[in-house]
C-alpha cells in the first residue's frame, strides 16, 4: 500500500462510489476504477461490495481502511512535525472538543490564541467526550479536550479543570420542594423524578448508566438529546433531572432550579487536555493547553468573587 492509493480507497470508503469519490480527488473515474481493480488483484480479495449503493466494505475492506487511515494519519502527523520545526509558530492544530465545552472555552481562548499564533489554522471536531480518546488514539484529531478518566497508556493527560457531580433538578422538581441546593444526595433520592439524558457518546451518560445501576433504580427518561444546553433547558422547564458537571451551574440554573452535589461520589473524569504520548507536541499545540488552562482559571476566580 502506498499513500495514494490508502488516499484514494479511504476516499471511495467515505464517499460511497467511484463516481463520487473521482469528483472528490479530481481525477477520471475510468482510472480510480483501474486504481482499485489493480489493488483487490494483488490482495485477491474485494474491498467493497459493489451491489449496494452507497458501496460498503468487505471484511477485508475495512481491515484495508483501518490500516489505510494508520499510514495517513502517521503521514499527516510527519508533516505537521516537519513544518514545525521548519516554521517554529505555523501549522495546523486539529482540535477535539465537545459542544458545550466548545461554547465556554473557545470564545475566550482564541483571541489569546490568535494573537499569539496568527500562522497557526485551527480545525474543531465536535464529538461526546467519550468518543474524543479514540479519535486522538487514531490520529484523527492531535488535541482533545475533554471529561475523562485519564485511563490509556498511549496517551498523555494534563489536567486542566476539576468537575464535581451532581443532579441538576428544575425548581417544579420534588427534589427541589425537599431540599435546599446545595444539599448532598444519593441518586436513589430521586429516583421518582423525570430524568432527561445526554445521549451515548457523552462522557456524563457514562456516569449515570453507572449510577443507576449501582442504585438499582430505572428513572422514566423524559428526553434523549446530543445537546447539554436542550438537557439543561428542559429540565428547568419541566421540573425534571438530569446529571451534570457543577461548571454548567449558572445564573439560569440558579433562578429556576437547584443543583445537589453526588454523596459519597468521587468523580474521576475531570476536563483534560489529551495527546498521543510518544509524539513531539507542537509549541502552538501546548499553547493552546496553556491558555486554556489560564482563562478557565480567571473565569473561575471572578465567579468566586461575585
Not at 481493480?37 to 467493497?48: D, I, M, N, T, Y
Not at 477535539?96 to 497557526?120: E, K, N
Amino acid at each position: 500500500m502506498n499513500l495514494k492509493q490508502a488516499h484514494y480507497i479511504s476516499t471511495i470508503a467515505r464517499e460511497g462510489s467511484i463516481t463520487a469519490a473521482a469528483k472528490k480527488l479530481y481525477v477520471s473515474q475510468p482510472s480510480l476504477s483501474q486504481m482499485l481493480r489493480q489493488v483487490e488483484g494483488e490482495l485477491g480479495v474485494a474491498l467493497f461490495d459493489r451491489s449496494q449503493s452507497p458501496f460498503h466494505l468487505t471484511f477485508a475492506g475495512e481491515k484495508y481502511l483501518q490500516a489505510a487511515q494508520t499510514i495517513l494519519a502517521a503521514n499527516e502527523r510527519l508533516e505537521n512535525q516537519i513544518q514545525e520545526i521548519r516554521e517554529e509558530n505555523s501549522g495546523r492544530l486539529r482540535l477535539g472538543i465537545s459542544v458545550q465545552r466548545a461554547m465556554q472555552v473557545l470564545p475566550l481562548t482564541l483571541p489569546w490564541f490568535c494573537a499569539q499564533f496568527p500562522h497557526v489554522t485551527l480545525e474543531v471536531t465536535e464529538r461526546g467526550s467519550a468518543h474524543l480518546e479514540e479519535l486522538v488514539c487514531r490520529g484523527e484529531i492531535d488535541l482533545a479536550l475533554a471529561a475523562l478518566e485519564s485511563g490509556s497508556s498511549r496517551l498523555a493527560y494534563e489536567l486542566i479543570e476539576e468537575e464535581v457531580i451532581g443532579i441538576l433538578a428544575g425548581e417544579k422538581s420534588r427534589l427541589a420542594a425537599r431540599f435546599p441546593s446545595g444539599t448532598a444526595v444519593t441518586p436513589d433520592m430521586a429516583g421518582e423524578e423525570s430524568f432527561v439524558s445526554l445521549k451515548e457518546g457523552h462522557s456524563i451518560r457514562v456516569v449515570q448508566d453507572a449510577l443507576f445501576r449501582q442504585y438499582g433504580i430505572s428513572p422514566k427518561i423524559l428526553l434523549e438529546t446530543d445537546s447539554l444546553e436542550v438537557a439543561r433547558r428542559v429540565a428547568l422547564g419541566t421540573g425534571s433531572c438530569m446529571l451534570c458537571s457543577d461548571i454548567y451551574v449558572d445564573g439560569m440554573v440558579r433562578r429556576h432550579g437547584a443543583f445537589y452535589p453526588l454523596r459519597d461520589y468521587e468523580n474521576h473524569r475531570h476536563f483534560y487536555a489529551c495527546y498521543p504520548r510518544e509524539e513531539h507536541l507542537p509549541k502552538y499545540a501546548a499553547g493552546f493547553i496553556r491558555i486554556v488552562s489560564q482563562v478557565l482559571s480567571q473565569k473561575t476566580l471572578l465567579a468566586e468573587s461575585r
